[in-house]
């Protein structure tokens, strides 16, 4: 599966461009399985190395052992500070086992001329060795504020292998494309996150890195980030 997903990328990213909106279109502050904390509250900063500024703050809550609720506002100031949009996601998520989930986010953007967008997952991880695991994922995105307004529907796949070193420390490295069905020259992006995540009581600090990769125009669209995440 995995060998077919990789070959899949590289042949559709020939038409590729980073940093799809929709990889920010979830309530959490990127792909997990499972909220371990009954509640948590999320902070960061990301910057593409230039004028822009974007701080995406979020909830989220464990109602039981099958349901998860949240939600995410995310704040961007593209020409520092001077105009700041931004993007509210509202989603939940339905544990079908201890390592896989269906979710669904509604997302709005709050002042552009795009709306907003409907946006269902499928995600599962599996532990190949004691301190190895990759997960999966396949979201479907409805709704001008994702498909844009020649496209239809959106896919997006991905997965993250991740080593874990003992119960404290993370080193992950997330790979994802996506495109528009409908406008699939001109919206079909591909990006690679490495990540370092280092638990220290209730707090979780991740560092990453979003590059766009294999076309020349999207070297220069790099992003890096770091997330605060509390237990509450």
Do not use: C
């Amino acid at each position: 599966m995995v060998k077919k997903l990789l070959f899949l990328i590289a042949f559709l990213s020939l038409y590729s461009h980073a940093l799809d909106r929709m990889w920010d279109a979830r309530f959490t502050l990127g792909p997990e399985i499972r909220t371990y904390d009954k509640m948590g509250f999320g902070i960061g900063l990301r910057t593409g190395f230039h004028s822009d500024v974007n701080f995406p703050v979020n909830f989220q809550a464990r109602l039981n052992n099958e349901i998860e609720i949240g939600g995410k506002l995310f704040v961007e100031a593209p020409d520092a500070l001077e105009h700041v949009v931004g993007n509210i996601d509202l989603g939940a998520k339905y544990n079908l086992s201890y390592n896989s989930y269906i979710g669904i986010d509604t997302y709005l953007a709050l002042n552009r001329n795009y709306g907003g967008g409907l946006i269902f997952t499928y995600s599962q991880q599996t532990h190949v060795a004691r301190r190895f695991s990759n997960l999966y994922e396949i979201r479907v995105g409805f709704l001008d504020g994702i498909t844009g307004s020649d496209g239809y529907m959106k896919l997006q796949v991905g997965f993250m292998p991740t080593l874990h070193i003992g119960k404290t420390f993370l080193a992950m490295v997330e790979m994802n494309s996506s495109g528009s069905i409908g406008n699939i020259q001109d919206d079909f992006m591909i990006d690679l996150l490495p990540k370092l995540e280092l638990r220290i009581a209730n707090v979780r600090l991740r560092l990453e890195v979003d590059i766009g990769i294999l076309l020349e125009k999207n070297n220069s669209q790099k992003q890096i980030a770091l997330y605060t995440l509390i237990a509450l």
